[in-house]
Structure formats: C-alpha cells, structure tokens
C-alpha cells in the first residue's frame, strides 16, 4: 500500500496550467521530485500539504481521500513539510520554533533539545531564527517538521546552502527517518543526493509527469537527459 | 416616478464625486502599494483651502479651483511621497497604515490651526446654471460634478492604457527593481501618482462640499466610502472602482428617498458606507496563505516572571506615593493614562504580537462602559461583565472577518467600528443618539481611583507579559511570522486568532469599564471612530510592543486634550508633530520607550 497517492491533479493560475494531470505515488522510503524550475514541484507540495487547492484531482493518503481537508488538518494526520523560500519564525529564537510546533502536536517540549541536536544546529538554539544562516534555517524548518513526528515529509530543496559535509550528514539523517518507517519526498536539485538516497524518482517537465523510476532508469531515460540533465 | 428620476440623478451626482476620490487611491495604491489612510483628509485639507481662496480672499472659483487641484494638492502629495511613502515601500501592511493615520491626524491638526470651527458656506459652481429633466432639476454643480467624473475616468483610463508612463506606472507595481533595469525611475513614478492622486482627493472634497459641510472629521471619513468603492475594484480596477462608486451614491441617494425617517433608520443611513465597507470585504475572495520569505521582528526584551514581578512593585510603589503626594485633579488625570494604557495593553497583545491592525479597539472600550452602565451599579463582577461581553463581540468580529488579514482586516475593523457607533452605541440600548449614561464609581476618591486603576494595570501587564512568555504568546507570534508554517504544523490558524481578538477585546472591554466609572458620565461620542486613530498612533509612537510603552502610550493619550483645552494652537502643532512622529517612528514598532531601553543599555556596557 502506497503511503501518498496524488490522482490526475491539475493547478490552474488563471490561463496558466502549473501542473497538469499529475498521477504519482510515494511509498516508505524516499522518493525524488525532480524537474526544471518551473515544473511545478512546489506547486505539488502546496497542493499536497493542503496550502492550495487543485483545479482538479484527488490527494489519497493511506487509503482516506485528503483533498477537501485544510493543512492543519493534514498535519495532524502526519504529513509535514519544509519550503524552498524560507518559513521559519523570524521572531522567534530557534528552540521556540521547534517548541511551537512540538506543542501544537500536545507533545512535550522537552524533546527540541533532542531535535536540534538530531539535525546538527543545537549550537544555535537562542539564537533568533531570522538571525541565523540559510543552512541551519533549512535544517531548523526539518527540526520543526519532524518535531510533529509526521509519516509523510515533504522536503523542498533541503540540501541548499549546505555544504558538502552537512549534505552527507543530511543524507544519513534521510536514510535514518526511512528506518523509522517514514515516507520522505525530496524536491532537490543536487543530483549526487537524489541519485545516491532516492529508492523512487519521479521527473517533473512543464507541469507534467515526464517519467518515474528508479534512479539508474532516470538516469539511463532519454527525455529525462533533454529536459533536465542536460 | 420622477422623485425615482431626481434620486437617481442625485445619487449619480454624488456618485461621481466618490469616484473621483477612489480613483486618486485607487492609483496611489496601484503604484506605490501604500494604502493612504489619510487620502480623505488630504481632501479636506485642501476644500478648506479652496474655501480660503475663493471664498474669504474673493478669488474666481474657477482661478481658486485651479491653484488648489493644479497645484497646491499636487506638491502636497509630493512631499508626502517624498517625505513620508518613499520610506515604506516594501514595510509591512501595519507600518504603513500607522504613516496614514500620521499624515491624516496631522492634517487635521493644521486645519484646526489654521481655520477654527466656524461655520464656512461654499457656493457651488455654475450656480446660475441648471437644466430640466422632466420636473427633477439638476444644478449646474451637478453638471460639473459628472462632467468631472467622466473627464477623469477617461483621464486615468488613458493614463494607463495608452501612454508609456501608464504602461510603466503598472509595471512598476509589480516588479520596481526589474522596472529600474528598464529605464524607468520607480521613484518618479511613485511620485507623480501621488501628486495625481493627491488633487483628485482635492477634486472630489472640493465638488463634495456643497453636499457635505465643511468639517474637518466628515469629510476626513467621508473616505470610507471611498475605501468601499475602492475595495469593489480589488483596489486596482479603475472601472470596478467607479461602478461602486456611482452604486454607493445611487444606494445612499435611494436610502434617504425610501428608508423610514425615524431614528433607527437615520442612524441606519449614516452607517451605509460602512456597512457596505463590510459587505464588499466579505465578498471579496479568501485571501491565501502568504508563503515566501522570512519574517521576523526584534521586539523588546520580554523580562522573566521575576523581573515582571520586581517591575510590578516598583510600579505600585511609586503610583502609591504618587497618591499620597498629589492633587485630586493630577490623581484623577493618572488614572485616566493609566485606564488608556489598560487599552493600550489590549493593542499589545493583538497588534505588537499578534500583528493584526486593528482601527476599531475603542468600541471594545465603549462595548466595556455600556455594560456596566447599563448594569447600573459597579462593582468588580459588573467590570468583568464587561470585559466578557467585549470578548464575545470581538470573538464575533474575528470570526466574521477570518476570511480577510492585512490592510483588508484593518479596513474591516474600521468598518466594525463605524458599524457599531451607528447602529449599536447609539441606539437606545446603549446611550442613545445624544444621550448619556451616568455611572457609579467603584471608589470615591481620586486617589483611590488611582490606586485602583494602577492595580489593574499592573496585573493585565503582568497578564500579557505571560502571555508573550507562554504557549499562546509563542503562537501568535509564529502565525505573525508565517501563517502558512503554522498551518502545515497543525495549528488551526483561525482559532488562534478568534483567541487573540477576543482576549484583546476583553482588555479593552475591562479598561472601558473602568473608564465609564472613573468619568462617572459616559456617551456615545467617547467611543466613536475616530477616537480609534490617535489611540493606534499612540500606541506606536510610544511603543506598541512593550507594557513600558503602554504606560507611556496612556500618559500621551491623556495629556493630549489636557493641552487642547489649555493651548489650542499648541495642541494643534502637538497633533502635527505626532503626526510626523508616526510617520518616522514607524518604521520601529518597538517606539519611543525603546529608545530609553536602548539608552540605558548603553550606559549600562
């Protein structure tokens, strides 16, 4: 049984279709978005996660059809996620963000210490979270998401704005939250990542699906080299 | 069926002068994305200018109306824009409304200075001119007034549509860096909408005044009309922004022909702007989670309960000894600041850390005093009362206007406000039109309103400090930031904010109680809109992010009338400078008692 299931949905701005006609499945593990800017990958995750309605479609998550519930709703069934333009809350020091979401889950806050030390920025826990660098503010959105211990994790461009070591150190955190039994959906643009940790790869082109498979079949696909490996 | 036919005509008419103001806003907005509060005023200001020229120096009306629209309200908008907007582009929704409310109650200052309540007449244009339709008569002023709209509609049509100015002015809203790459100057742009926007503000007073007096708050508020009319065009549609214009005049014009003419039903008219106001913002579409971006703001240091604690003590010793040591006058005119400040407590809680702009926090006040005038007796149970019925009528309004945030909830609120001025505060149940109601004091003497006043302070302050330090206080602040985050964690956004409302309105609903009984007599006209602006710029100015700031915020509030009723002429240059201190200041919503803070670290390293 598939975790996620998403069924022919279509995003419409106006005149311009984002995404159009999208099928895709997700499954325990972790499963690449990939595409050009402009595929329409972080349109998908708002249409996943609830912040926006599809023109069309359905989003099914373990067997229940999620696609007239509100984010908040979502949440609370676990799914979670981080974004590619930064959603921290600037105000707020770094543990309180973590502690916010903890206790909006009625869960105890003792556990953001642990987090934060799980995603390797403990050393920046009082410090304000607008304050901060890019990389320690996308590992604090993962922090924050998993303080909600989601089984669906969304994550829009993790791996941006950290270097090669933290990119590892990020890839064996994947692979750990995979042990636990959760679903990880990966929008990246970092290649060796995706290709290194991804068990499923599907190519966004457009705003639709160009192709899905395992990444030695993505890498081995002829559409996939044109519109994107170049 | 002719009165039908001289209504109609009336309501185009009036009509067509909105429109003319609307489309000013309407193109300020669009170009500089500041939403100008302060638009009506600039109007007023400059009727009363065009009153001086052409009226009390004997100038030609047509030579006074071309000085005023061509060239005075032009300059005047750009000074504001220079002086003022420049500086905001890109600030937060709350910043630049607080600027408007600057620039409107500065203007009014200068007009009470410059021209003092007296009864001013303006003759209407074209006065001997006038033509017969049927055997309704349309006044050569109601010729020019439609000639007026149609010419600039047509105007502004062109200007945007057909001109490379127009064509820039537009992108420039959208993109201004991208548009300065181009070639374009985004400042100059900005600058002449203002200028533009400025004289059809100007235009549309000046054709109002024969329909309206000239009066500084009628006319300053006669802009909410235009704010409606506006919102029908989603503030950028020119041609949806006239159709509710002209719909608003035909409404009003049919109101007065065919509503009943007891009282209810006048109150009922007056009230028709804003509740249209409503209407269309309730019609407009939901507005979507704002995503993109980081969003923070340093407030003060918030103290640790120990600190609140010491704070606490410090205050109620020196309040103490203040009781002992002054007059009645001076222990009663402390209560009163620290009864404001109690209000201004309420707008820390819901716009220093909750983010939300309210324009309406006073009727929470009036919502306090009228029940506990009504209850007729006071004592602590009826004050809670009080405060529990201002919580349930701000609960309703936050959840009548979920659907809308930003500038559109802050006009909601200013709606709400007029709303329940019109229709709530002065009908019978409350105080009546002109009517007021006498209340008990829950202590006698002035000291011991004082005392008492300072004992409520002191706790609600302690109350919102551990607010801010709690789960709450950490939720408001995470929705302000980013409601989108907030809604992918799980937190039902709209329930935090129906708490944030209706624990704001209980504060305000509590300070009213205490305010009804201290002035021991209490009317409608304690409560009403306007009252809100000078309470918002106060609160900025003085710092709307901190109790400190509170209490500072209350002192400035009570002093201000004191020096109107002594100084008059200085209360006027006091009003300006406000006016210009908000417009500075509000780029740091910590204010005035920020800079002590800061002074005193700085002594302290």
Redesign the interface.
């Known amino acids: 049984m598939s975790t996620l299931l998403v069924e022919g949905v279509t995003v419409r701005f106006g005149e311009v279709i984002a995404v159009n006609d999208v099928s895709l499945s997700v499954d325990v593990g972790v499963t690449g978005l990939i595409g050009p800017n402009g595929a329409g990958k972080t349109t998908l995750f708002d249409v996943i996660s609830g912040l926006r309605r599809p023109s069309a479609g359905r989003v099914v998550l373990d067997d229940l059809d999620i696609t007239a519930r509100g984010p908040h709703q979502r949440s609370r069934l676990g799914v979670a996620r981080t974004f590619q333009r930064l959603e921290v809350f600037g105000s707020l020091t770094v543990w309180e963000n973590v502690v916010v979401a903890l206790e909006s889950r009625r869960r105890s806050s003792r556990l953001a210490t642990g987090l934060l030390e799980r995603v390797g920025i403990a050393e920046f826990a009082s410090n304000q979270a607008d304050t901060v660098p890019t990389g320690a503010a996308r590992l604090l959105e993962l922090a924050r998401a998993l303080a909600t211990d989601p089984c669906l994790l969304l994550l829009d461009e993790p791996s941006s704005g950290l270097d090669r070591a933290e990119t590892d150190a990020f890839g064996e955190l994947l692979r750990e939250l995979v042990g636990e039994g959760r679903s990880v959906v990966l929008v990246e643009h970092d290649m060796d990542l995706v290709m290194g940790y991804c068990d499923q790869v599907h190519v966004l082109n457009l705003g639709q699906l160009l192709t899905s498979g395992t990444p030695s079949e993505i890498r081995a696909h002829e559409g996939v080299r044109e519109a994107y490996l170049g | 069926m002719t009165a039908l036919l001289a209504y109609t005509i009336f309501g185009l008419v009036t009509g067509g002068a909105y429109a003319v103001v609307a489309g000013g806003l309407v193109l300020t907005y669009s170009t500089s994305k500041v939403f100008n509060v302060g638009h009506g005023a600039i109007g007023m200001v400059m009727a009363f200018l065009y009153w001086e020229l052409a009226e009390n120096r004997g100038l030609p009306q047509w030579l006074a109306l071309l000085i005023v629209v061509g060239v005075c309200a032009p300059l005047f908008g750009l000074l504001i824009e220079r002086f003022v907007m420049r500086r905001l582009a890109g600030a937060p929704i709350g910043i630049t409304l607080v600027a408007g409310v600057g620039v409107l109650v500065g203007l009014i200052g200068v007009a009470q200075v410059i021209w003092p309540p007296q009864a001013r007449p303006v003759r209407p244009f074209l006065d001997q001119l006038g033509v017969h339709i049927g055997q309704s008569f349309v006044s050569g002023h109601d010729l020019v007034t439609l000639v007026c709209a149609v010419l600039v509609a047509a105007g502004l049509y062109l200007l945007l549509n057909r001109t490379r100015t127009g064509l820039a002015m537009r992108a420039c809203v959208d993109a201004p860096e991208l548009a300065a790459l181009y070639g374009t100057r985004p400042h100059r742009l900005s600058a002449m909408s203002w200028a533009i926007g400025s004289a059809l503000a100007a235009l549309g007073g000046i054709l109002l005044t024969p329909v309206v007096q000239l009066d500084y708050v009628t006319m300053t508020l006669l802009v909410i009309t235009a704010y409606t009319a506006a919102l029908v065009g989603r503030l950028r549609s020119l041609p949806w922004t006239f159709v509710g214009a002209l719909g608003l005049g035909l409404v009003q014009s049919y109101a007065v022909a065919y509503l009943p003419s007891s009282q209810f039903w006048i109150s009922f008219r007056a009230a028709i702007p804003a509740l249209l106001l409503f209407v269309v913002l309730l019609a407009m579409p939901q507005s ?2 704002r ?9 003060v240091a918030v103290p640790t309960g120990v600190a609140t604690g010491v704070g606490a003590g410090l205050f109620a010793g020196v309040v103490v000894v203040l009781a002992l040591l002054v007059d009645s006058v001076v222990a009663g005119q402390l209560a009163l600041a620290l009864v404001f400040g109690i209000v201004l407590l309420s707008m820390v809680l819901l716009t220093g850390y909750g983010g939300v702009v309210s324009l309406g926090q006073f009727t929470f006040v009036g919502v306090g005093a009228v029940t506990v005038a009504r209850l007729g007796s006071t004592s602590v149970f009826s004050l809670l009362l009080g405060a529990l019925v201002a919580a349930a009528v701000g609960a309703l309004i936050a959840l009548i206007a979920l659907r809308v945030s930003g500038l559109y909830l802050a006009l909601a609120t200013l709606g709400f406000a007029q709303l329940m001025d019109k229709l709530v505060l002065q009908s019978p149940i409350a105080f009546g039109v002109r009517g007021s109601l006498q209340v008990p004091r829950l202590v006698e003497s002035a000291s011991a309103q004082l005392l008492v006043a300072a004992g409520v302070f002191a706790l609600v302050g302690a109350g919102v400090l551990a607010v801010r330090r709690g ?1 709450l206080g ?2 408001m ?2 929705v ?3 409601s ?10 709209r329930w935090i904010r129906v708490w944030v409302f209706s624990l704001s309105a209980a504060i305000a609903g509590l300070a009213g109680g205490l305010f009804a009984q201290l002035r021991e007599t209490v009317a409608a006209s304690d409560f009403q809109l306007f009252n809100n602006l000078p309470l918002l710029l106060f609160a900025v100015i003085a710092g709307v992010t901190s109790v400190s700031g509170a209490a500072l915020g209350g002192l400035l509030l009570m002093l201000l009338p004191v020096l109107q009723s002594g100084f008059p002429a200085l209360a006027g240059v006091a009003v300006v400078l406000l006016g210009v201190a908000a417009a500075g200041l509000a780029r740091d919503p910590n204010g005035l008692v920020s800079w002590f803070f800061r002074a005193w670290s700085w002594r302290r390293a």
């Not at chain 2, 989108?484 to 956004?493: D, E, K, P, R, Y």
């Open positions: 979507p989670l995503i993109g971006g980081v969003r923070g703001s340093r407030g789960r950490r939720r602040i995470a302000k930031d980013s989108a985050a907030c809604a992918t964690l799980g937190m039902n956004v």
